[in-house]
């Protein structure tokens, strides 16, 4: 039992471990870029004794090791540094790419799980009929399309021939909410991979779970079909599903990039990829920052909640 | 005198009516005296559309997507770096002067301009014109801009342009009169004037949070990476704008623009792809403009270094390739061929000289020659620009031709310029529209910033300030052409294209320039664009 209350506190306590492992790898990682935002900056009028004066503006002549300490300085005091190249706070930037990025990752998970547990669910309890053949061809030949091609076959049919929703979010300057048309196809893109993983999943769940001898039980009870489906069956077959649900929330930090740029919304994934091709480093390391302690936030969640719905994963473990 | 036209006020109050006829006679009146003193003032070609348009119509609102600098834009207009920076800038300020279509320098705020004898002193005369404030524009403002752009501390892209003034000597000689004096003999110092990003801003202003220009615009509102809201300006010195409102919005991928152009999201979509405008180009949703020589097109070749420090395997270069093939492969055909030559279509340009072509026996031969057979050459090149890694890979396989092998390295797109400038021997090279003589004085110099052909030479560098310090213009002229002779013999610069810059709008929009090449006045010109 000692063992059963130790395990979520160490799980917790390795949060901030591997936040701080996230901190010191973002730096190594972003000293790698080759160039800097003054090479950047200077693009194809690259006079050297221009590019030595925006370094010295920008303080990229300081040792590495003093950049280095710096940084961690300001950010033990909830400073993220401000932005070489227009002077901004990365506080204020990251603000600024927060709220449309929180839209389109909330709206996506929001609709996520009922639509691919119901999916799975579904075709579980057809198991090898018609509705189940149907649901696992389309989620494989749906998974197998990259989120770019999708993007531009939507934007093609939906917006550009049939013109019932608006191609890209132009002109919204970053409120989706008010103007939820400019959202459906980015969603759609978004969803349409991780729902057809989650379904898969919850289905395989669903059948091992169905077959288990403690439904089977539940079902010599008397217990109605639905009632055994819902609440004995469900819970064991959404363990797996909420680790990939979790995998899916870090992966929706980077699908998000591919769709803001083709739908053009000025969300975090806009704010990284300008950052990146300008060399911001402040930019990116708050931005990857922020990604990391995300990251690491909702697996220590989805770990914490996996333990809750299926203790016995951790007993056979 | 075609440009200055009087513009038919509607709807305007009788005030403003009465101070904008006075406005553009005074223009008139000024431009006159401009073109008498500098005795070279070229006339931009007519503003392509204007006829057969109609007659302008006032009102509405244009959105113009451009790709951009995402959430760290700023609005001051010396910073201005990207193509959207440009266009803003435009909208919102004014350069004393500007480039007409064949790149010399059409008076704007400036009335005039005349040198003294010796080339070394200017004398520019500003037109009555006021800030959004209403402040008028004075001398003082003008010498504050260029202190500006050339302050040490900081790193503004025209400060290279205005290296040739001595700022601590030029003086306001009354408001509407500035003496620049000058370090050198500088007979094409009006270029200084039309530079890219010397735009005069208000005497002290540091600030550009909510612009205050003297443009054909005014500023409205700013969310940086996403969209510049502006309005007319009514009493803008060169006519109101037709629009009543502009708004800039940005779009990184070119695959959003057009999907935002035909979509009805925006009107104007800035920097297209060679194979979209084919694909819409007759098709009836969208207009697709073409903008001639807008980027020249090539490779370097490091003079100071072998295998190029022999002028014959430079020759041998220039005559392996077959530069309809690159255009055709690496543009999709979208511009015309090179001749080894900076500036197409731009004043002084040597057009007499004969089209090089592509002659693989007599590359095989100056190669032995020059004890250069079976060569093999590293070049450099990366998706830094439309076309650069297609047009190496053709160039590959035209040199293989020619018993060459090239081996194509591709290097990172952000640092390219950085990267190619000094290393390596050989690399795909692009630049946008720009007097000949600023492409001499900042890449062929000895002292030239960027020289990434490594051209050195004392008769060379003579021979250009020969030509600044020649007053004549036929006389300036025909040094010109022996200075383009020689670089087509022997220089560095294998020109092979010149791309177009494609732009596309909604069909309703009327009075975009097609004759004016990316960056210069009537490129991005949103006061003479109105909605039909």
Redesign the interface.
């Known amino acids: 039992m000692s063992a059963d209350r130790g395990r979520p506190a160490r799980r917790l306590l390795l949060g901030p471990v591997q936040i701080a492992a996230v901190v010191v790898l973002i730096f190594a990682l972003t000293e790698a870029l080759p160039g800097d935002a003054a090479v950047a900056l200077a693009g194809d009028q690259p006079d050297p004794e221009r590019i030595a004066r925006i370094r010295e503006s920008m303080g990229l002549d300081r040792s590495m090791g003093g950049r280095f300490g710096a940084w961690v300085e300001r950010l033990a005091h909830g400073d993220l540094g401000t932005s070489l190249v227009s002077g901004r706070p990365v506080a204020d930037l990251l603000a600024d790419g927060f709220g449309p990025t929180l839209v389109l990752a909330g709206v996506t998970v929001v609709l996520l799980v009922p639509l691919s547990v119901g999916l799975g669910v579904l075709a579980a309890r057809r198991e090898g009929g018609p509705v189940d053949r149907l649901i696992s061809a389309l989620t494989s030949a749906v998974h197998a399309v990259p989120e770019f091609a999708l993007g531009v076959l939507l934007i093609t049919l939906f917006a550009l021939e049939l013109r019932w929703l608006p191609p890209t979010a132009v002109g919204t300057d970053g409120d989706l909410l008010g103007r939820p048309a400019v959202l459906v196809l980015p969603v759609v893109v978004l969803l349409s991979r991780p729902v057809c993983t989650i379904a898969r999943l919850v289905r395989a769940g669903m059948i091992d779970a169905m077959a288990s001898p403690y439904v089977a039980h539940a079902r010599r009870q008397g217990l109605s079909g639905a009632r055994v489906c819902w609440t004995h069956a469900l819970p064991n077959a959404l363990a797996p599903a909420t680790q990939q649900l979790a995998r899916t929330c870090d992966w929706l930090l980077s699908g998000v990039i591919v769709v803001e740029a083709l739908f053009v919304v000025p969300g975090l994934g806009t704010v990284l990829v300008d950052a990146v091709a300008a060399r911001d480093i402040p930019v990116i390391q708050g931005l990857a920052l922020v990604f990391g302690v995300v990251t690491v936030s909702v697996n220590l969640v989805a770990d914490l909640v996996t333990l809750r719905l299926a203790p016995r994963v951790e007993v056979a473990a | 005198m075609s440009r200055i036209h009087p513009r038919i006020p509607l709807g305007a109050s009788l005030a403003g009516t009465s101070r904008r006829a006075f406005l553009t006679a005074g223009g008139v009146a000024a431009l006159t005296l401009a073109v008498g003193c500098t005795g070279g003032t070229a006339e931009p070609g007519p503003r392509a559309g204007t006829p057969g348009e109609g007659t302008p119509r006032r009102g509405g609102r244009l959105?113009a997507?451009f790709p951009g600098?995402?959430?760290?834009?700023?609005l001051d207009p010396h910073l201005a770096?990207l193509f959207v920076d440009v266009a803003r800038a435009k909208a919102l300020f004014d350069k004393l002067a500007d480039y007409g279509a064949d790149l010399a320098p059409v008076p704007r705020l400036a009335a005039g301009w005349e040198p003294n004898a010796t080339l070394d002193t200017w004398r520019v005369r500003l037109r009555p014109a006021t800030f959004h404030d209403g402040r008028p524009v004075t001398a003082e403002d003008v010498l504050y801009s260029f202190r500006r752009i050339a302050d040490?501390?900081?790193?503004f892209?025209a400060?290279?342009a205005s290296e040739s003034i001595d700022h601590a000597a030029s003086r306001v000689v009354d408001p509407a009169t500035v003496e620049f004096r000058l370090k050198l003999p500088y007979a094409e110092f009006p270029n200084v004037l039309a530079a890219f990003g010397a735009y005069i801003v208000p005497a002290g202003a540091d600030s550009f949070e909510r612009p205050v220009g003297s443009g054909p615009f005014v500023f409205g509102s700013f969310?940086?990476?996403?969209?510049l809201l502006l309005r007319r300006n009514d009493g803008y010195w060169d006519g109101a704008p037709h629009l009543d409102e502009l708004?800039f919005?940005?779009?990184?991928?070119e695959?959003?623009r057009t999907?935002?152009l035909?979509?009805g999201?925006?009107e104007y979509a800035h920097e297209l792809n060679p194979a979209t405008a084919r694909v819409h180009e007759g098709g009836g949703r969208i207009t697709v403009l073409r903008l001639r020589n807008s980027a020249m097109q090539g490779f370097v070749m490091k003079t100071d270094r072998p295998p190029f420090d022999d002028r014959r395997v430079r020759q041998a270069f220039c005559l392996i390739a077959d530069r309809r093939e690159l255009v055709d492969g690496a543009l999709s055909g979208a511009g015309e061929v090179g001749n080894d030559l900076f500036g197409k279509g731009c004043r002084y340009y040597a057009a007499s000289l004969p089209q090089r072509t592509q002659d693989l026996v007599r590359a095989r031969a100056l190669l032995r020659e020059a004890g250069a057979e079976g060569l093999t050459v590293t070049l450099d090149t990366a998706p830094a620009a439309t076309g650069f890694v297609e047009a190496a890979g053709i160039f590959k396989e035209q040199a293989a031709k020619a018993g060459v092998t090239v081996q194509v390295r591709i290097g990172?797109k952000?640092?390219y310029?950085?990267?190619i400038?000094t290393a390596g021997t050989l690399a795909s090279y692009?630049?946008g529209a720009m007097p000949i003589e600023s492409h001499v004085s900042q890449r062929l110099l000895t002292g030239s910033?960027?020289n990434a052909t490594r051209w050195r030479d004392r008769d060379f560098d003579e021979l250009y300030r020969q030509i600044q310090s020649t007053p004549d213009e036929a006389s300036r002229t025909a040094l010109y052409e022996r200075m383009q002779r020689r670089l087509h013999d022997e220089g560095g610069f294998l020109i092979w294209g010149f791309a177009d810059w494609i732009v596309a709008t909604a069909n309703r929009v009327r009075g975009v320039a097609t004759n004016a090449p990316a960056n210069t006045l009537d490129w991005a010109r949103f006061d003479k664009v109105w909605l039909g």
């Open positions: 959105r997507a600098g995402g959430a760290n834009e700023t770096n040490p501390a900081r790193a892209r400060k290279a969310k940086p990476g996403s969209s708004e919005v940005i779009a990184g991928e695959s959003a999907n935002a035909l979509g999201q925006v990172n952000d640092t310029w950085k990267d400038l692009r630049s910033t960027t």
